[in-house]
């Protein structure tokens, strides 16, 4: 972890089981709590990120002014990050329940009262591209022209996330806001873009395991089984990339264009989602093993360090968590870019990297 030489700390609001707020903490700020309304991820948030305080709380029913009473944070504070990554099932791309989802469409709307409130030196907000596309239904035109009037410079764009070290083609809507300096903040990129042989394989320490397998250790290796059908598909499927679609004749159903089919060695996986561990919702197949990829694979293609414990209770509750997670190595090159543009207005200190 970085020294922590400046006095930087953040709050981050849908925090899940700590995506963001690891990477941040590697990035050397004080991540002094998290806010989420699911009671099951505290375990998890707070054991991998000690000495953040876990706050349970709907932010629909919480009060401005509570925020405080919780964490002492005052209002005006140019060293203070809010940060807002919040549930993006009503705006994502992928097929969703929409009814289901959508409570979560106007979150953003509720993190700009805390925005509003407090007025801290810098902003961040993560999303998936449809946040911008919906930009007047999600909320996002009025909170970029709020921030802007207050002062705030304002940069928001698409990334491709395995341009910043991340093996997946995962894109995402990434906003960095700050009143402190007239500079705009943006992430460093890699020197090279990530590929899933930089990740997984028996190289990397993950032994060759088959469907169905149960991994009892915090390692957590654990594989989805498959019915004997749906395995027989996957040993026709060419392994290192293959498609299943000339198979398809034992597939029953519509689905994803890629499923049933393997991930390439040398290419960034496709984005993790919460489904990752089935077969059926994407190209999730194991490049050369007759299997779906295991948790720990998907939550290692997602940057979760190989010691990042999660205490859940099922395979799909752990897949949600991991699924839904900032990758801690793209927050980890937001929180960065923050702390050395901060550091540049302080004499005497020396950027990180």
Not at 15 to 41: F, H, K, L, W
Not at 214 to 236: I, P, W, Y
Not at 288 to 296: G, K, N, P, Q, Y
Request: aromatic letters at 10%; hydrophobic letters at 35%.
């Amino acid at each position: 972890m970085a020294k922590k030489d400046n006095a930087l700390k953040a709050i981050d609001f849908f925090c899940s089981g700590g995506g963001m707020t690891y990477g941040m903490r590697q990035a050397g700020i004080d991540v002094i709590a998290g806010i989420d309304n699911d009671p099951e991820v505290k375990e998890t948030y707070e054991k991998n990120n000690p000495g953040t305080k876990f706050i349970l709380a709907d932010v629909f029913q919480m009060k401005e002014t509570e925020l405080s009473e919780y964490t002492g944070i005052e209002k005006n504070d140019d060293n203070l990050i809010l940060i807002g990554c919040s549930p993006c099932q009503y705006w994502s791309i992928i097929n969703t329940k929409k009814e289901k989802a959508k409570k979560s469409k106007d979150l953003l709307k509720e993190f700009h009262r805390f925005v509003k409130y407090y007025n801290p030196g810098f902003v961040v907000v993560e999303n998936v591209p449809g946040l911008e596309r919906k930009a007047e239904e999600s909320g996002l035109k009025e909170f970029v022209c709020d921030l802007e009037n207050r002062g705030y410079i304002v940069h928001y764009e698409i990334f491709n996330l395995n341009e910043y070290g991340v093996p997946q083609t995962r894109k995402r809507f990434s906003l960095i806001a700050n009143r402190v300096t007239k500079e705009k903040i943006l992430p460093e990129k890699s020197k090279y873009k990530p590929v899933v042989r930089d990740f997984i394989g028996e190289h990397n320490g993950f032994p060759k395991v088959e469907a169905g397998h149960k991994d009892k250790t915090e390692f957590m290796h654990t594989v989805a089984g498959l019915s004997k059908e749906n395995l027989e598909v996957l040993k026709r499927t060419p392994k290192n990339g293959g498609n299943s679609v000339k198979e398809r004749k034992f597939w029953k159903g519509n689905g994803f264009k890629d499923s049933y089919s393997r991930m390439s060695w040398d290419k960034p996986a496709p984005t993790i989602t919460t489904k990752f561990f089935s077969i059926s919702n994407g190209r999730f197949g194991h490049p050369e093993e007759d299997r779906a990829i295991s948790l720990r694979e998907g939550a290692t293609l997602q940057t979760f360090p190989k010691d990042y414990v999660f205490y859940t209770k099922s395979i799909q509750s752990t897949a949600r968590m991991i699924g839904n997670a900032v990758p801690p190595e793209f927050a980890r090159r937001i929180g960065i870019a923050i702390v050395n543009r901060h550091i540049q207005q302080q004499p005497n200190l020396l950027c990180i990297s």
